[in-house]
């Protein structure tokens, strides 16, 4: 068993942008229909081509801060089951590379331990982030667009 855990958004919070709560920047979800390809953040899965999907802005910090980036998220405009195979890489992860960042107790980047990983070795890579006692958590984001994917815990 892996010494990670992958963690999607909270169900709570996706219930309420499904039924239309404001994003990050105070805005209702925009909801569209995928062209296939887009990651859920709630499922981590793909939504299929077809299906409709919703865009809004996610900041996955709990309060306010320098640090606490925000950006765009997609989600599955209906309810999907939230990801539970925690000790498995999720299967939205198809880039061959993503951003590795840890994150102390303040909810600030911890300096140095960022990076550009391979796919097929961010578990390996986290594990080693997590030997940091200084290092509280883990995002995994887009290796091109910052964008966040997911959190990692240990477990």
Do not use: K, W
Request: proline fraction near 11%; glycine fraction near 8%; hydrophobic fraction near 35%.
């Amino acid at each position: 068993m892996t010494a990670v855990h992958f963690i999607p958004m909270p169900s709570a919070d996706a219930a309420a942008y499904r039924e239309g709560a404001p994003d990050a920047y105070g805005l209702a979800p925009e909801e569209r229909i995928s062209p296939g390809g887009y990651p859920c953040r709630h499922c981590l899965g793909q939504i299929a081509s077809g299906e409709p999907y919703l865009t809004l802005a996610y900041r996955p910090f709990p309060t306010l801060q320098p640090y606490a980036e925000t950006g765009p998220i997609f989600l599955h405009a209906e309810a999907c089951p939230r990801y539970e195979a925690a000790e498995v890489l999720p299967p939205m992860l198809e880039s061959p590379d993503y951003i590795v960042r840890g994150y102390g107790h303040d909810d600030r980047i911890v300096y140095g331990s960022g990076g550009v990983v391979e796919t097929q070795a961010i578990t390996e890579r986290a594990e080693a982030l997590f030997a940091n006692p200084d290092i509280a958590y883990l995002h995994v984001r887009s290796a091109r667009n910052n964008c966040y994917q997911c959190r990692i815990d240990r477990p």
